[in-house]
Every structure is written in structure tokens, then in C-alpha cells.
């Protein structure tokens, strides 16, 4: 009799503990209920924007591929290489040649980047299904080769750098990842606030269903209005400013048409799903979106010592005055 409860007992026990190992998880929850999202958050994603062409067709890398994308990753970018920003490392990993610095005087070492993650996905763009961009609009086309034409070949003043360049911002939706692209969020029952590392910027982003402002006020972040639906807190964004630097530091940008829609989803203890639609009429022929995997920091966010009017400004400027006094006497020689 007393083996037979043993017995018993013993299967109970492990069947509890097979259906605690298969437990789902499952979204943790303020005490009113909204999911939560909150701490801080890193996007060291190496997945491109877009699909690059020699994969075409294929949206999913095998683990043996990954696996391969990491180890000759980990060949051309040791500590002492050079930093390497942007789209360069992962087409790199995939070529295996090493990209030509961007910096004709060079830039800090490779060892004050934080470690680019490599995943299946071949493209951070979902929709459309090729990974690509959809096609400029006419429109789109014509104002930036109008803008290229008037852009002087130096800087002859402040305005003429980017808002980036200028430490103003960097933008929303922010692409550019492995640089300070850490992200905290604080939630309360009527606001989620995300505070972004560059540049320290800050989005304050109402929960009570109020309207967007009048489309009269602009904001080079937009304005921002946010909800919840089950898991998922969705912000939209209209009323960005015309002169805004969007598309954070990815050099694409969109004008001030566009609509932003903004999807955060945890999806496990240590991940956080960042999904973004982009409709904008005047720029691109259809929306596109986009998702990241912003990954849970081992840190906090630190001060972002740049502002507008910092030194490098008027280094820049008194470099290109220099060059054209130099080109000057060159010419009456």
C-alpha cells in the first residue's frame, strides 16, 4: 500500500514539474493591469533594414548559417579593430570582407561598441515580404535631388549639418543601433514615458485617449498618442516637424506627412518586440514595417553629454573655412 502511494505521489510530482517546464510564458502585469513594459532596454541588433540582394528570396537563415555570420563577425571586428556602425557589419559577416572606415581620421576601437546580435531574420523589414523598401514617390525623388543640388560642398553654417550632427535629435523611429541605443520605460495608469539614451531625448505619451494637437503644432518627435490592446501598447504619432531629422540617424528620412504607428510587445522575460509602421504618401508609394528585438540591458542609461553648440560644431566650421582659405590661395597661384 505504501509503495503504491509513493508511486502515486512520485508521478504526481513529475508530472507537475513536465507541466511547469511546459508552462507558456506568460506577459507579467502591473497591479492595474497594463502589461509591463518597463526597465531598460537595448536594440545591439546587427539585421539590416533591408534584405540585402545576394539574399533575396530568403528571409530565414538556418543556425548553421547564423553560426557562421557570428564567427567570421567575431574574425574582422576583435577589440582593436575599428568601430563599425550601421549595416556594415552584417554585410560584412556575410561577405567576409571587412568594410573601409567611413572616418578619414579613423574612430575609437571596436572594443567601445557593444556586441552586434545576429539572428535567422535576414532583414529587420517584414511587410513588404521581399525585405526591401517600397519605391520613392515621384515627388519624394524630385525634392531630394533638389536638396542635394542646394546642399553647399562645405558647411558654411550650423543649419547645414543634421539635426544629429547638431545634438538636437536623432529621431523616432531610432535605426541606428549599437550606439547608445538604450531605451527605459516608465509606465503610470494615464502615461508611458521612453526615455532614449541619444541625445536624451524623452516621449511623454498619454494613455487617455485625448486627440492628436492641432496640426499647426509640430514637434521634431511628433506627437505622440498611446493605447493598449491585450499584450501590446500601441502609440501613433502624427504633427512631426517638417525640418525633422526622422528615421533616427538612418539617413532615410520621412517628411512631415508622416504617420508613425508603434507596436511594444514583450515576448519573454529578457526581450522586448519593437514594431513600427511607417505611412508616409509624399515619401514612399505604400507603407512598409519594420520590427526589433530590443534586448533587456545590463545597465542603466547614462548622461549623453552632447547639446547644441557643442565644441565639435565649431571645430567642424573653422575646418571648412580653413580648407576654402586653402583652396583660395591655391587658386591664385
Not at 539585421?47 to 530568403?58: D, N
Not at 578619414?104 to 556586441?115: A, I, K, R
Not at 512598409?288 to 528585438?293: G, K, M, R, S
Request: charged content about 20%; aromatic content about 10%; overall charge negative.
Amino acid at each position: 500500500m505504501r509503495g503504491s502511494r509513493l508511486a502515486v505521489t512520485l508521478a504526481l510530482c513529475l508530472a507537475g514539474a513536465h507541466a511547469l517546464a511546459q508552462a507558456p510564458w506568460t506577459t507579467p502585469r502591473l497591479t492595474n493591469g497594463q502589461p509591463d513594459l518597463q526597465g531598460t532596454w537595448e536594440n545591439n541588433s546587427a539585421t539590416p533594414l533591408e534584405r540585402p540582394a545576394q539574399l533575396a528570396g530568403k528571409p530565414l537563415l538556418s543556425e548553421e548559417e547564423v553560426a557562421a555570420m557570428e564567427a567570421r563577425a567575431a574574425q574582422l571586428f576583435g577589440a582593436e579593430a575599428d568601430a563599425t556602425f550601421g549595416d556594415a557589419i552584417y554585410l560584412s559577416a556575410l561577405s567576409g570582407d571587412r568594410p573601409r572606415s567611413v572616418f578619414p581620421t579613423g574612430t575609437y576601437s571596436q572594443n567601445w561598441v557593444p556586441p552586434r546580435y545576429f539572428e535567422r531574420r535576414t532583414s529587420l523589414i517584414e511587410d513588404p515580404a521581399d525585405g526591401r523598401l517600397p519605391p520613392l514617390t515621384t515627388q519624394a525623388v524630385q525634392r531630394r535631388a533638389s536638396n542635394a543640388a542646394a546642399q553647399p560642398p562645405r558647411p558654411r553654417n550650423a543649419t547645414d549639418f543634421s539635426l544629429a550632427d547638431r545634438c538636437i535629435t536623432f529621431g523616432v523611429p531610432d535605426l541606428f543601433a549599437a550606439y547608445m541605443s538604450v531605451y527605459r520605460i516608465l509606465q503610470t495608469p494615464d502615461h508611458v514615458v521612453i526615455q532614449m539614451e541619444k541625445i536624451h531625448d524623452t516621449r511623454v505619451i498619454p494613455l487617455d485617449g485625448r486627440p492628436h494637437l492641432s496640426p499647426a503644432i509640430r514637434h521634431y518627435l511628433g506627437d505622440s498618442r498611446g493605447r493598449f490592446d491585450g499584450d501590446t501598447l500601441i502609440v501613433d504619432t502624427t504633427n512631426f516637424h517638417p525640418a525633422g531629422n526622422h528615421m533616427g540617424g538612418y539617413f532615410r528620412y520621412a517628411d512631415e506627412n508622416l504617420r508613425l504607428t508603434e507596436r511594444f510587445t514583450r515576448v519573454s522575460d529578457d526581450t522586448l518586440r519593437y514594431e513600427f509602421t511607417v505611412e508616409d504618401p509624399t515619401v514612399w508609394t505604400r507603407p512598409w514595417t519594420a520590427a526589433i528585438y530590443w534586448k533587456k540591458s545590463g545597465g542603466p542609461i547614462y548622461e549623453y553629454a552632447c547639446h547644441e553648440g557643442n565644441y565639435s560644431l565649431s571645430g567642424m566650421l573653422s575646418a571648412a573655412r580653413a580648407e576654402e582659405a586653402a583652396d583660395a590661395q591655391s587658386a591664385t597661384r
